[in-house]
């Protein structure tokens, strides 16, 4: 059971050093509050996060995961950062509910083991890399996984590649949300194998 001011305070303690450390680059209250919500609307259980940095967003992701019975992955490659995210993670009662993952965001995602699935993402690195991240979680993310990335109005320009994939694949369902720096959410109707196949499909009915 989680104990809801427990939670709340830490919170509002990571958001205040956060305030005071913009190098931290956490989200808005109301972002986190947005993502623990879509967590908690798509009953979301595998929960992969691409940027832990000092655990705000992590603490949202994780509350919304002690509800629906789930765990988070969340990759940071900085180990000071890593740290003091599982302190505010402890802070708040949730540290059973994440495991960080300390490594550079694309070698993780390639470590990762080939039998794992995500039914929710959170990506909150480097903007630029973004476009890297999908590509190597799409594999392993579920059909109707639900993906939000971050600063996509403030940012645009740098994830422009990735903003460009997710908004004419046929295989998916994006929008801009004007939230915090923009949040672009991203519903995957078909996995990648499904679409792979139904193009293989289509070519030989063709022939």
Not at 10 to 34: D, F, Q, R, T
Request: glycine letters at 6%; charged letters at 25%; a negative charge.
């Amino acid at each position: 059971m989680v104990d809801r001011v427990k939670i709340l305070n830490a919170l509002k303690k990571v958001e205040s050093y956060g305030k005071l450390h913009p190098e931290m680059w956490n989200i808005s209250w109301e972002n986190g509050s947005l993502l623990k919500m879509m967590v908690l609307a798509r009953g979301a259980k595998s929960i992969l996060e691409v940027g832990t940095s000092d655990g705000f967003s992590t603490i949202w992701l994780a509350w919304a995961a002690a509800i629906t019975g789930g765990k988070v992955l969340s990759i940071e490659r900085d180990p000071g950062r890593a740290s003091m995210a599982a302190d505010n993670l402890s802070d708040a009662g949730l540290n059973e509910y994440v495991h960080i993952l300390i490594d550079d965001a694309k070698d993780a995602l390639d470590s990762i083991e080939a039998s794992a699935s995500f039914d929710f993402a959170f990506l909150d690195a480097a903007k630029n890399e973004y476009i890297v991240y999908f590509q190597k979680a799409r594999p392993r993310l579920v059909r109707g996984a639900i993906v939000v990335a971050d600063d996509a109005i403030t940012e645009r320009n740098s994830m422009k590649a990735y903003l460009e994939k997710v908004e004419h694949d046929p295989s998916l369902e994006s929008a801009l949300i004007d939230i915090d720096d923009g949040v672009e959410i991203t519903y995957l109707m078909r996995n990648s194998l499904l679409c792979a196949h139904a193009r293989e499909l289509n070519t030989d009915l063709s022939r």
